[in-house]
């Protein structure tokens, strides 16, 4: 039996191609349905990198915001208010401006008994708020970070010779702290064993600022207190090589610039020193002409002479505080004319007066003056501090207005009106100020300094 065909049914052709159109338009639409789905792809990605760019901006924004508010915060929180202490019961802007009316304010608070005692942070205060120290730097609103590349850049050193007040030490160590410093403390032998522990206890909640490793017991007008310094130029010397310059300070200093403006100053020297050198006057020849001894505490003057300056140095006289280099200072610990020359004004009067000033004027001493009279620097001059004496101020064609605090040895220690003179000063440092004679002083330069520091900070 063969094999039979069978036959197309009715229609068979136009079923055939109803088939293949449809095959050809479904096939059609998947390719179009794929093509739109490519396309849609590609459109959520574009969609998503525009919403991720545009999530990221707004995120990037938001961090600004908070890192902005997190500033402003701190900047609040470090501004010293109208409001926080005794002392604000005065507008210190108005002082600042000569107010007399708010100087005579001032003064009358500050022989008010009742105002000094609640003014005053004793000894045993400080030492119960560092045994928090977090706490502690926080509420005496210490700067804890730089406030600007510039001074990040430029480290100084310090030196701060104390022996009492320890208050007045805290709050000037307070007003220059930045963290990029470098800070030794002195702290005198013979100090209060409170002041001594009082002073320790602040030192230790902060990293850059440390104990001279080797003490004094420093007696006026005698070596011991050239010694001091020479014990923390050393220190610092070895502790960083990154400090530019080296500033010396008493605990009864107090900054009439900012640490930018210091900076600003400090760079303008050019590697230059900044101190008083003059001529001796005659009447302090027998300083060093003569050797002097201590006898009982004190510096006694001999009938012994002193034998010539080695090496045919003329002596200057000038003051105790110096800005100087770090080649200056390198100078002072490793030269040795430096050696010879410290050795012999050890038994002379007072030889803070002479040491730094004769230095300033030996050729081949870095940032060195020649030694011709017209080089002649004065403290009005120099940088390093304004002081008020006795002898020069009051009258019209004085060196300075009257000195509207006390006098001790001679040096106005400031009132409250003194301070607009000061401020209008291109020193660095005003000297002297006591927290237990007017703190309203004090207080008025503490808030104009941190003003200033912060005002573009934020």
Same mark, same amino acid.
């Given at each position: 039996m063969?094999?039979?065909?069978k036959?197309?049914?009715?229609g068979?052709?136009t079923?055939?191609?109803k088939a293949?159109s449809?095959?050809?338009?479904?096939?059609k639409?998947?390719?179009?349905?794929l093509?739109m789905?490519?396309?849609?792809t590609?459109?959520r990605r574009?969609w998503?990198?525009?919403?991720?760019?545009?999530?990221?901006c707004?995120?990037?924004?938001?961090i600004?915001?908070?890192?902005?508010?997190?500033?402003?915060i701190n900047?609040?929180?470090?501004?010293?208010?109208?409001?926080?202490?005794?002392?604000?019961?005065?507008?210190?802007?108005k002082i600042?401006?000569?107010?007399?009316d708010?100087?005579?304010h001032a003064?009358i608070?500050?022989?008010?008994k009742?105002?000094?005692?609640?003014t005053?942070?004793?000894d045993?205060?400080?030492?119960?708020?560092?045994?928090?120290?977090?706490?502690f730097?926080?509420?005496?609103?210490?700067?804890?970070?730089?406030?600007s590349?510039?001074?990040e850049a430029f480290p100084?050193a310090?030196s701060?010779?104390?022996h009492?007040k320890?208050?007045?030490f805290?709050?000037?160590?307070?007003?220059?702290?930045?963290?990029?410093?470098?800070?030794c403390?002195?702290?005198?032998?013979k100090?209060?064993q409170s002041?001594? %522990?009082?002073?320790?206890? $602040? =030192?230790?909640?902060? /990293?850059n @600022?440390?104990?001279a490793?080797k003490?004094?017991e420093v007696?006026y007008?005698s070596?011991s207190?050239?010694?001091?310094?020479?014990?923390?130029?050393?220190?610092?010397?070895?502790?960083?090589?990154?400090?530019k310059?080296?500033?010396?300070?008493?605990g009864?200093?107090?900054p009439?610039?900012?640490?930018?403006?210091?900076?600003?100053?400090?760079k303008?020297l050019?590697?230059?020193?900044?101190?008083e050198?003059q001529?001796?006057?005659a009447?302090?020849?027998?300083r060093?002409?003569?050797?002097?001894?201590?006898?009982n505490?004190?510096?006694q003057?001999?009938d012994?002479?002193?034998?010539?300056?080695?090496?045919?140095?003329?002596?200057f %006289?000038?003051?105790?505080? $110096? =800005?100087?280099?770090? /080649?200056? @200072?390198r100078?002072?610990l490793?030269?040795?004319?430096a050696?010879?020359l410290?050795?012999?004004l050890?038994d002379?009067?007072?030889?803070?007066?002479?040491?730094?000033?004769?230095?300033?004027?030996i050729?081949g001493?870095?940032?060195?003056?020649?030694?011709?009279?017209k080089?002649?620097?004065?403290?009005?001059y120099s940088?390093?501090?304004?002081?008020?004496?006795?002898?020069?101020e009051?009258?019209l064609?004085?060196v300075?207005?009257?000195?509207q605090?006390?006098?001790i040895?001679d040096i106005?220690v400031?009132?409250?009106g003194?301070l607009?003179?000061?401020?209008?000063h291109?020193?660095l440092?005003a000297?002297?100020?006591?927290?237990?004679?007017?703190p309203?002083a $004090?207080?008025?330069?503490?808030?104009y300094?941190?003003?200033?520091?912060l005002?573009n900070?934020?």
């Amino acid at each position: 039996m063969g094999l039979v065909h069978k036959k197309n049914p009715k229609g068979s052709a136009t079923s055939w191609i109803k088939a293949r159109s449809a095959l050809f338009f479904t096939r059609k639409t998947t390719h179009t349905r794929l093509l739109m789905a490519l396309i849609n792809t590609r459109q959520r990605r574009s969609w998503m990198l525009l919403l991720s760019g545009a999530w990221l901006c707004v995120l990037i924004l938001l961090i600004s915001l908070i890192v902005n508010e997190k500033a402003r915060i701190n900047y609040r929180s470090l501004m010293f208010r109208d409001d926080e202490t005794p002392e604000d019961d005065c507008n210190c802007e108005k002082i600042l401006q000569g107010d007399l009316d708010e100087i005579k304010h001032a003064k009358i608070l500050t022989i008010t008994k009742g105002f000094k005692n609640i003014t005053r942070i004793t000894d045993e205060q400080y030492v119960k708020q560092a045994e928090d120290c977090e706490m502690f730097l926080r509420t005496r609103k210490y700067l804890l970070f730089p406030l600007s590349k510039e001074e990040e850049a430029f480290p100084v050193a310090y030196s701060i010779v104390v022996h009492h007040k320890v208050q007045n030490f805290e709050r000037l160590l307070r007003s220059i702290y930045s963290p990029q410093n470098f800070y030794c403390i002195h702290v005198d032998k013979k100090a209060p064993q409170s002041t001594i %522990t009082a002073i320790g206890a $602040i =030192v230790s909640c902060i /990293d850059n @600022v440390f104990l001279a490793s080797k003490k004094e017991e420093v007696v006026y007008a005698s070596w011991s207190r050239v010694q001091a310094d020479i014990n923390c130029m050393k220190d610092l010397y070895q502790v960083s090589s990154r400090w530019k310059y080296f500033i010396n300070l008493c605990g009864q200093d107090f900054p009439i610039k900012t640490n930018l403006e210091i900076v600003h100053a400090l760079k303008a020297l050019a590697g230059a020193n900044s101190l008083e050198t003059q001529i001796t006057p005659a009447n302090k020849g027998y300083r060093w002409k003569k050797q002097h001894q201590l006898i009982n505490g004190r510096i006694q003057t001999t009938d012994q002479d002193k034998s010539p300056p080695p090496f045919g140095i003329k002596i200057f %006289t000038g003051g105790a505080y $110096i =800005v100087v280099s770090r /080649d200056f @200072v390198r100078y002072v610990l490793e030269d040795p004319k430096a050696q010879v020359l410290m050795s012999w004004l050890n038994d002379t009067y007072s030889p803070d007066e002479f040491i730094w000033a004769t230095m300033q004027r030996i050729p081949g001493v870095p940032g060195f003056l020649r030694a011709h009279p017209k080089y002649d620097i004065t403290d009005i001059y120099s940088i390093s501090r304004v002081i008020k004496w006795a002898g020069h101020e009051g009258a019209l064609d004085a060196v300075y207005p009257a000195c509207q605090g006390i006098h001790i040895r001679d040096i106005c220690v400031y009132g409250a009106g003194d301070l607009q003179w000061i401020v209008n000063h291109h020193h660095l440092f005003a000297n002297k100020f006591d927290t237990d004679f007017d703190p309203i002083a $004090i207080r008025c330069l503490e808030k104009y300094l941190r003003h200033k520091a912060l005002k573009n900070y934020h």
